[in-house]
């Protein structure tokens, strides 16, 4: 019986509609209120990695409890003379202040929204400035012992882990194994003392880069450490140059990507049995010291795989034996291909990657308009992530850490922005709003980050997608107009009444609310070759904790209303057997999805 396709919007208070056989009992039941967490989230240590709402934030640009730490290390500590300085409030790559006095204090912001784990850009101290911008981000790591003295003490850290467990919230680190601050320099690029430059960077590459077959034929660079930088690195076999690559700037292609380095940086020679014992040493140190509860690692793709075979399994068991159990590690792989993403899953041993295929494949559903086939075509991959680890925890797609943009590719707002489809504000918002909603409800586990839950657009990638979420003096992001809200980044933008930040907290809700949402195992049951419906089932076994749940969620990319019809049509569910549990827009009967909306049924 072909009932729904009698409703429309226009129809919706047709006869055939208000006598639709789904149930709307659920959703009526379903509280508007917002619960801090569901009580169903077990506690932090026993909590599985695929039970996490995260948090991405730059502890930089986030909020400033201490002023007393914004110029880093004090005036007369001689050993961190080089992480002192670089704030300039008014430049978007300079420090800005914010630390871990900060995040400790706003932990009842993010509690609120829901999130169950946060994840620090590197906290680890830097070298303050290099070629004209600052550390802020803290990719520049000189002292991978302690703590950037901008963002606080090792005691301020362990502080503010303390109270993030106190939550119920986990805390993620940022780590690099891949290359430290630029301290080498070579003689060929810049000179006999290393301070200038030989070589003419305004044609592009900066200091080119030789190959294995020219390092064969003779030709090499000369490494030097400028007079007085001899021992910046901590521990101190960092300061040795024979431990580093040397030769030259990755132009991001081929062997280069590997032994290259990033715009200067010190580019670690991973292949050395010592380079990778050193390595797996600093951070057990770290786990040893702070007991995070996993790391997100930075820079994947350009450290050989043999060292993650080494790296991985050593520090997944080291924690186990701190007593961490749940101890989680995700990599950074900058790719959009799941064939190369899951390399590091399975060969590398990583537990889990960033995937940024999911984040390309929304970004054609909802940025591009392509049909919603893009997103079933990502997950027909989604087998190449199974595995079965000797020494970790299996590999599977519903690990995979889901996006919708980040610190480097700049914000999923900005994307929409950019649209050569002109999209007015409201549409921006609601397109935003189903990106997020596919992040939290697909298989993997959702990432906000900072500021999208506040509206945050941007200029742009890197540094212009890393606005203050205290009152910014940045012009370039002042100017920006936020979603959702009549404030601008000048303001202070920790509004918890904010819609994004109120559905994201719903979202969570509900992601904490339904194990299957979780745990599922997702099949993709309708997508079609132009905008409209992608509905996925997530079916979860009965476990001796829980129920058996088994769960349809359809999304709509289209600009009018689509029919649940159209699934059950194409499958063999019954209209009789599926209960409407929530839905992003109440508009018609529980059959109806909104334009760009999203709805969650529960099947038989
Ligand atoms: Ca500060
Ligand atoms: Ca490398
Ligand atoms: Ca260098
Ligand atoms: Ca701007």
């Not at 008014?90 to 995040?103: I, P, Q, R």
């Not at 005691?155 to 940022?174: P, S, T, Y």
């Not at 060969?347 to 919603?372: C, H, N, R, Y």
């Amino acid at each position: 019986m072909n009932f729904i396709s009698k409703c429309s919007v226009l129809a919706a208070i047709s006869l055939a509609c208000i006598t639709s056989q789904v149930s709307q009992a659920a959703e009526v039941a379903l509280t508007e209120k917002l619960t801090a967490k569901a009580a169903a989230l077990a506690p932090y240590q026993q909590r599985d990695f695929q039970e996490e709402v995260f948090y991405f934030v730059l502890p930089d640009r986030f909020y400033n409890a201490d002023t007393s730490n914004d110029l880093g290390a004090a005036a007369n500590d001689k050993k961190r003379a080089v992480s002192r300085g670089g704030l300039d409030i008014t430049h978007k790559g300079m420090y800005h202040g914010g630390d871990l006095a900060g995040l400790t204090e706003k932990l009842p912001y993010l509690d609120n929204m829901g999130v169950s784990a946060i994840w620090l850009t590197p906290i680890l101290r830097n070298r303050a400035m290099q070629a004209g911008t600052s550390g802020y981000h803290g990719y520049w790591i000189l002292d991978f012992t302690e703590i950037d003295p901008h963002l606080g003490s090792n005691a301020e850290l362990k502080n503010f882990i303390d109270q993030a467990h106190k939550r119920n919230i986990k805390v993620f680190f940022d780590i690099i194994t891949n290359h430290t601050a630029d301290v080498i320099k070579t003689k060929e690029c810049h000179g006999e003392d290393g301070l200038g430059w030989i070589v003419d960077v305004t044609k592009g590459n900066d200091c080119p880069f030789i190959s294995m077959a020219q390092l064969a034929q003779g030709k090499h660079y000369s490494p030097l450490i400028p007079k007085g930088d001899e021992t910046l690195k901590y521990p101190a076999w960092l300061n040795d140059v024979d431990v580093y690559h040397n030769q030259g700037d990755s132009f991001w292609r081929g062997e280069s990507s590997v032994r290259g380095d990033f715009a200067g940086l010190d580019d670690l020679y991973t292949q050395k049995a010592s380079v990778v014992n050193g390595m797996i040493d600093i951070y057990q140190k770290i786990i040893d010291e702070f007991k995070p509860d996993g790391f997100r690692i930075d820079t994947v793709k350009h450290v050989n795989i043999e060292f993650w075979q080494q790296f991985s399994p050593a520090l997944m068991q080291h924690a186990k034996t701190q007593g961490i159990d749940n101890f989680f590690m995700f990599g950074e792989v900058y790719s959009f291909e799941p064939e190369l993403l899951s390399r590091f899953t399975t060969e590398a041993k990583i537990p889990s990657v960033l995937d940024f295929a999911f984040q390309g494949a929304m970004t054609k559903a909802l940025v591009e308009q392509q049909g919603t086939d893009v997103l079933a075509q990502l997950f027909a991959k989604d087998h190449f992530y199974n595995t079965e680890h000797k020494y970790i925890r299996n590999s599977n797609a519903n690990q995979l850490v889901n996006f919708t943009g980040n610190h480097d590719m700049g914000r999923f707002a900005y994307a929409l922005k950019q649209s050569p489809h002109n999209y007015n504000e409201e549409a921006q918002i609601q397109r935003n709003l189903l990106a997020h909603s596919m992040m939290f409800f697909s298989r993997g586990v959702p990432v906000v980050y900072y500021g999208d839950e506040q509206g945050f657009v941007g200029d742009g990638g890197d540094q212009a997608s890393r606005q203050d979420m205290m009152p910014s003096f940045v012009a370039s992001y002042n100017d920006d107009d936020l979603l959702a809200t009549s404030k601008s980044t000048a303001d202070d933008n920790f509004d918890t009444n904010h819609l994004f930040y109120q559905s994201f907290a719903k979202y969570a809700q509900l992601y904490q609310q339904y194990p299957a949402l979780r745990f599922g195992e997702q099949a993709a049951v309708y997508s079609q070759n132009e905008a409209g419906i992608f509905a996925i089932t997530r079916k979860m076994k009965a476990t001796n904790k829980t129920k058996a749940q088994n769960l349809l969620v359809v999304f709509n990319t289209a600009i009018n209303a689509q029919s649940l019809n159209v699934v059950t049509e194409q499958t063999a569910f019954k209209q009789t057997d599926i209960k409407l549990l929530y839905r992003s827009v109440k508009s018609g009967n529980a059959e109806e999805i909104a334009p760009l909306s999203f709805a969650i049924y529960q099947l038989k």
